[in-house]
T-cell receptor
């Protein structure tokens, strides 16, 4: 078990472009979470899945953001028409349904120029 | 809405000494979980310690222990015998235990420096 894996680790893009991030949770973890962390702040919740069902979305998740977990395994987070304010670290975490400990990946750092 | 406050943006400690990081939270719930996570520079966040609100006994994990004061809504982390590897950002986090929402609510963090 290699833990939660996120790809890419770093992404630099120009304003207006679309970007997609991938998260592979710990195997057999059926819950998967996305958080966003800006400089000097703690992580802020974006959304979470139980298996393939997206059960909760934060108001931070604007219409330009979409997350999927099509087969209940890996997940993708897409940001359309990126803005400079989207620059942040995007963290993924996973947990077992009968546990409440969330295990985090190393994150994807997005820089929008 | 639940909030978590860490009033110490930065702390420093001498190697082998003891340091305490503060955390307060606001909630109307009676049952919940509290966590301390450690985030080393450019590395992933890892769980340090967890406390269940219905348990009166303070959680301990080796050199790490908490002082959980439910009535005061306080949840401080004590690191004993500090080591250079303890240097990191430390985040306090809250999670409801019932009602469906599983999101973690984090404080802004405390940057801990360990001096040799």
């Amino acid at each position: 078990d290699t833990g939660v894996s996120q790809d890419p680790r770093h992404k630099i893009t120009k304003r207006g472009q679309n970007v997609t991030f991938r998260c592979d949770p710990i195997s057999e973890h059926n819950r998967l979470y996305w958080y966003r962390q800006t400089l000097g702040q703690g992580p802020e919740f974006l959304t979470y899945f139980q298996n393939e069902a997206q059960l909760e979305k934060s108001r931070l998740l604007s219409d330009r953001f979409s997350a999927e977990r099509p087969k209940g395994s890996f997940s993708t987070l897409e940001i359309q028409r990126t803005e400079q304010g989207d620059s942040a670290m995007y963290l993924c975490a996973s947990s077992l349904s009968d546990k409440n400990i969330q295990y985090f990946g190393a994150g994807t750092r997005l820089s929008v120029l | 809405a639940q909030t978590v406050t860490q009033s110490q943006p930065e702390m420093s400690v001498q190697e082998a000494e003891t340091v305490t990081l503060s955390c307060t939270y606001d909630t109307s719930e009676s049952d919940y979980y509290l966590f301390w996570y450690k985030q080393p520079p450019s590395r992933q966040m890892i769980l340090v310690i967890r406390q269940e609100a219905y348990k009166q006994q303070n959680a301990t994990e080796n050199r790490f222990s908490v002082n959980f004061q439910k009535a005061a809504k306080s949840f401080s982390l004590k690191i004993s015998d500090s080591q250079l590897g303890d240097a990191a950002m430390y985040f306090c986090a809250y999670r409801r235990s019932q009602g469906g929402s599983e999101k973690l609510v984090f404080g802004k963090g405390t940057k801990l420096t360990v001096n040799p």
